[in-house]
């Protein structure tokens, strides 16, 4: 589904990504952790295309199109969805309102009818069950004095009722408490099936009890260090990411 | 230069004369003295230059550098009026076709006991004494050469009159239409509203323009809020590219009433609007909001000025502008609390959001504060949309422009939201979302 081969990233004049290999099938979970600072949020927005960031290398295929070549919403209408660290506030515009804009804007991109406001109805009831969100909360202005974990859920009630082929959750647990995290997580399990896949993005390993991950991957200082199984997680859980860094940072000076 | 400014104000002053002659017997009456004061007023002060400080980023050379024909005929058709209609447009509504009232095309449906309506040179002949006691009592005319103009052929315009303790319930809904197709035209419109005691009445001037010429309106407006009484006031402007509009809205608030203003600037090539309002009342209320889209070159000033005579008085402002391609705003918010006023309570906020690198904004607060046990706030902002808010919409598959132009919405709607006469409202809405989604 997603091939990125050789990614390399930077804003202003930083470089961040270094040069990213990652292969995702249908069905499948990975999960991206890594030290703060190491650059997850970055491959994230990549990913989704934030123009902020300079594309100085290599190459991002998603069912065979150059995801690179794609704006942000046509990545969106291709099946790209990415739950953001930080929502931003949107003054004025509901959460409602919000989706049927960008549910029928992509529905223009695939060339389907627009829906009713009916259909929205009776569709985004059967969507609030999903992450257990109020319709009080879609009324408002969307993530306008939202707490941390209705930003969250939101994301979340927004990604069910887009139902992407590639989620990326960039740190949906963080803020959250244990049961919000239960809460959030199992609305994600629910989502997903053979035809779609996840990436989570996270620096503990407490939100992947819940979604359990087919792959875990290490990212430090811009680069895929270390890939393995869901026990890697449970490593990282116990020693940290100090050992992982030393031997990064051992072979780096070695080359040097 | 000066030649040609000198040839629209030496025009306007043998119009007066021609009008003048007209006059007869009424020559002689007081409000005509008034008028050959404004005149003379008119004469001393000229059009102001860039050099006054009122007008230092209002530049009035267009309009000037051009003549006018003054209460032009127009031949408007069945057809014309169905293009310039409003829908669901109920109530008192009024026409004034090149600043002359049409009766023909107007209706009155509240009943004369609740209301008095009249144009303005009837209801002197018939309400001389509510005239004489309102009549150019509240303006700026000594300051302002545009009042003293529009004073000076104070022929036409819309007397309103409430008596006390009517409520009335359908809106007047004036409409100043202006038709350039075939020449520069000109109209002054001038009204006079006098709402008594505990009455309550919503007003709406909604002003449009039609052809390709030039037009110049200059538009004056005095308000009467009796204690207790209530008025919701409406500005409406949607006129062409070619148009030069001047507007004043001149109040004066007893004790205990309750005014709001609402100024909407959607369409205008250059667009002055001045709203000054005086609180004479203790636990008055003023409510000023305005909203401006100006695109291509357009040109939208809006100057406040809100006077606090006596004490616990409220006003309350809120303005906000969003500015495409190559236009410009201005904001001028006057705030005066005068010694006795204390305990008021002054909020005033401008918001404006620039779409395009060429678009620019001026605004200006100016408080001058006299009293000491006082709450005073004002803000002023210009920025752009916020990047943040536009990716993490496009991220959700919204265009960029779609995106931008939900933005827009959302914060035009806060004014929007303001308005209580749905039909204006309505109108309004329909207006600025086709301005917004305007490339
Ligand atoms: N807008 C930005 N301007 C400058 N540096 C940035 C910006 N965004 C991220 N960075 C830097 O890029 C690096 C990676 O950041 P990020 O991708 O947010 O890491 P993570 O999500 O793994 O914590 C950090 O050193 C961060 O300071
Ligand atoms: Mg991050």
Same mark, same amino acid.
Request: charged share 25%.
């Given at each position: 589904?997603?091939?990125?081969?050789?990614?390399?990233?930077?804003? *202003?004049?930083?470089?961040?990504?270094? /040069?990213?290999? $990652?292969?995702?099938? !249908?069905? #499948?979970?990975? @999960?991206?952790? &890594?030290?703060?600072?190491?650059?997850?949020?970055?491959?994230?927005?990549?990913?989704?295309?934030?123009?902020?960031?300079?594309?100085? *290398?290599?190459?991002?295929?998603?069912? /065979?199109?150059? $995801?690179?070549?794609? !704006?942000? #919403?046509?990545? @969106?209408?291709? &099946?790209?969805?990415?739950?953001?660290?930080?929502?931003?506030?949107?003054?004025?515009?509901?959460?409602?309102?919000?989706?049927?804009?960008?549910?029928?804007?992509?529905?223009?991109?695939?060339?389907?009818?627009?829906?009713?406001?009916?259909?929205?109805?009776?569709?985004?009831?059967q969507k609030m069950a999903y992450v257990n969100?109020?319709?009080?909360?879609?009324?408002?202005?969307?993530?306008?004095?939202?707490?941390?974990?209705?930003?969250?859920?939101?994301?979340?009630?927004?990604?069910?009722?887009?139902?992407?082929?590639?989620?990326?959750?960039?740190?949906?647990?963080?803020?959250?408490?244990?049961?919000?995290?239960?809460?959030?997580?199992?609305?994600?399990?629910?989502?997903?099936?053979?035809?779609?896949?996840?990436?989570?993005?996270?620096?503990?390993?407490?939100?992947?009890?819940?979604?359990?991950?087919?792959?875990?991957?290490?990212?430090?200082?811009?680069?895929?260090?270390?890939?393995?199984?869901?026990?890697?997680?449970?490593?990282?859980?116990?020693?940290?990411?100090?050992?992982?860094?030393?031997?990064?940072?051992?072979?780096?000076?070695?080359?040097? | 230069?000066?030649?040609?400014k000198q040839d629209l104000k030496a025009q306007?002053?043998?119009?007066?004369?021609?009008?003048?002659?007209?006059?007869?017997?009424?020559?002689?009456?007081?409000?005509?003295?008034?008028?050959?004061?404004?005149?003379?007023?008119?004469?001393?002060?000229?059009?102001?230059?860039?050099?006054?400080?009122?007008?230092?980023?209002?530049?009035?050379?267009?309009?000037?550098?051009?003549?006018?024909?003054?209460?032009?005929?127009?031949?408007?058709?069945?057809?014309?009026?169905?293009?310039?209609?409003?829908?669901?447009?109920?109530?008192?509504?009024?026409?004034?076709?090149?600043?002359?009232?049409?009766?023909?095309?107007?209706?009155?449906?509240?009943?004369?006991?609740?209301?008095?309506?009249?144009?303005?040179?009837?209801?002197?002949?018939?309400?001389?004494?509510?005239?004489?006691?309102?009549?150019?009592?509240?303006?700026?005319?000594?300051?302002?050469?545009?009042?003293?103009?529009?004073?000076?052929?104070?022929?036409?315009?819309?007397?309103?009159?409430?008596?006390?303790?009517?409520?009335?319930?359908?809106?007047?809904?004036?409409?100043?239409?202006?038709?350039?197709?075939?020449?520069?035209?000109?109209?002054?419109?001038?009204?006079?509203?006098v709402v008594e005691k505990r009455a309550e009445?919503?007003?709406?001037?909604?002003?449009?323009?039609?052809?390709?010429?030039?037009?110049?309106?200059?538009?004056?407006?005095?308000?009467?809020?009796?204690?207790?009484?209530?008025?919701?006031?409406?500005?409406?402007?949607?006129?062409?590219?070619?148009?030069?509009?001047?507007?004043?809205?001149?109040?004066?608030?007893?004790?205990?009433?309750?005014?709001?203003?609402?100024?909407?600037?959607?369409?205008?090539?250059?667009?002055?609007?001045?709203?000054?309002?005086?609180?004479?009342?203790?636990?008055?209320?003023?409510?000023?909001?305005?909203?401006?889209?100006?695109?291509?070159?357009?040109?939208?000033?809006?100057?406040?000025?809100?006077?606090?005579?006596?004490?616990?008085?409220?006003?309350?402002?809120?303005?906000?502008?969003?500015?495409?391609?190559?236009?410009?705003?201005?904001?001028?918010?006057?705030?005066?609390?005068?010694?006795?006023?204390?305990?008021?309570?002054?909020?005033?906020?401008?918001?404006?959001?620039?779409?395009?690198?060429?678009?620019?904004?001026?605004?200006?607060?100016?408080?001058?504060?006299?009293?000491?046990?006082?709450?005073?706030?004002?803000?002023?902002?210009?920025?752009?949309?916020?990047?943040?808010?536009?990716?993490?919409?496009?991220?959700?598959?919204?265009?960029?422009?779609?995106?931008?132009?939900?933005?827009?919405?959302?914060?035009?709607?806060?004014?929007?939201?303001?308005?209580?006469?749905?039909?204006?409202?309505?109108?309004?809405?329909?207006?600025?979302?086709?301005?917004?989604?305007?490339?």
């Amino acid at each position: 589904m997603l091939t990125i081969n050789n990614l390399q990233a930077k804003i *202003g004049e930083k470089e961040i990504l270094k /040069g990213i290999n $990652l292969e995702i099938k !249908a069905g #499948e979970v990975h @999960a991206i952790m &890594g030290p703060n600072g190491s650059g997850k949020s970055t491959l994230a927005s990549v990913l989704a295309g934030r123009e902020d960031y300079e594309v100085t *290398g290599g190459s991002v295929d998603f069912e /065979g199109k150059d $995801l690179l070549d794609l !704006a942000p #919403e046509e990545r @969106a209408a291709e &099946g790209i969805f990415l739950a953001f660290q930080y929502p931003v506030e949107i003054p004025g515009v509901s959460t409602t309102n919000f989706l049927k804009t960008a549910v029928n804007e992509i529905r223009k991109y695939r060339g389907e009818e627009p829906m009713d406001a009916v259909q929205f109805l009776k569709m985004f009831k059967q969507k609030m069950a999903y992450v257990n969100i109020d319709q009080s909360l879609l009324n408002r202005a969307l993530n306008e004095g939202f707490s941390g974990g209705e930003k969250k859920r939101n994301e979340i009630f927004q990604m069910a009722v887009l139902e992407p082929k590639l989620a990326i959750l960039d740190e949906t647990d963080s803020g959250l408490d244990i049961d919000a995290l239960r809460i959030v997580a199992e609305g994600v399990n629910k989502l997903k099936s053979s035809e779609n896949a996840t990436i989570v993005v996270t620096h503990y390993q407490r939100l992947l009890d819940y979604i359990v991950p087919d792959y875990v991957h290490v990212l430090y200082k811009g680069r895929i260090v270390k890939s393995g199984t869901k026990e890697l997680a449970l490593e990282l859980e116990e020693r940290g990411y100090d050992w992982i860094k030393a031997e990064v940072d051992a072979q780096e000076n070695s080359i040097a | 230069m000066t030649t040609d400014k000198q040839d629209l104000k030496a025009q306007l002053i043998a119009d007066f004369q021609l009008a003048e002659g007209k006059l007869n017997g009424a020559a002689k009456s007081a409000i005509h003295v008034t008028r050959q004061k404004a005149l003379q007023t008119f004469n001393q002060l000229g059009f102001p230059t860039t050099k006054h400080e009122e007008w230092k980023y209002s530049n009035v050379r267009g309009l000037v550098n051009q003549t006018y024909e003054f209460q032009a005929d127009s031949s408007l058709t069945a057809e014309d009026l169905a293009q310039l209609s409003i829908p669901n447009l109920e109530g008192n509504i009024l026409y004034f076709i090149n600043g002359v009232y049409n009766e023909a095309l107007s209706s009155i449906v509240s009943p004369a006991s609740e209301l008095v309506l009249l144009p303005l040179a009837e209801a002197i002949k018939q309400y001389p004494a509510v005239v004489e006691k309102h009549f150019n009592q509240y303006t700026d005319q000594h300051e302002n050469a545009f009042t003293a103009l529009n004073t000076a052929f104070s022929f036409d315009g819309v007397f309103i009159y409430v008596p006390a303790k009517k409520v009335v319930e359908k809106p007047i809904i004036l409409r100043f239409i202006t038709d350039a197709r075939q020449a520069n035209v000109a109209a002054q419109p001038r009204n006079l509203i006098v709402v008594e005691k505990r009455a309550e009445v919503q007003i709406a001037e909604a002003y449009r323009s039609i052809g390709e010429h030039s037009t110049f309106t200059n538009a004056v407006t005095e308000i009467y809020v009796a204690e207790e009484a209530n008025v919701d006031y409406y500005k409406v402007q949607n006129e062409s590219d070619q148009a030069y509009h001047i507007g004043s809205t001149a109040v004066y608030q007893e004790g205990r009433s309750v005014f709001t203003a609402n100024t909407v600037t959607a369409n205008g090539g250059f667009v002055r609007n001045n709203l000054q309002i005086k609180i004479d009342g203790e636990f008055a209320e003023a409510n000023m909001f305005g909203l401006y889209i100006p695109n291509a070159k357009q040109h939208i000033d809006n100057h406040t000025a809100v006077d606090h005579a006596k004490p616990n008085a409220n006003s309350n402002e809120l303005y906000k502008g969003i500015l495409k391609d190559k236009s410009t705003g201005v904001f001028n918010g006057k705030i005066f609390v005068r010694q006795d006023a204390q305990k008021t309570n002054a909020f005033q906020s401008c918001k404006n959001v620039l779409v395009s690198d060429e678009a620019s904004m001026n605004t200006k607060p100016q408080l001058e504060i006299w009293a000491d046990d006082v709450k005073c706030s004002h803000g002023t902002t210009t920025g752009q949309l916020n990047h943040d808010a536009l990716f993490y919409m496009q991220a959700r598959g919204i265009s960029k422009d779609a995106a931008k132009a939900l933005l827009m919405l959302a914060f035009a709607q806060e004014v929007i939201d303001k308005m209580r006469i749905p039909s204006i409202k309505e109108y309004l809405e329909g207006l600025i979302i086709e301005k917004i989604y305007q490339a």
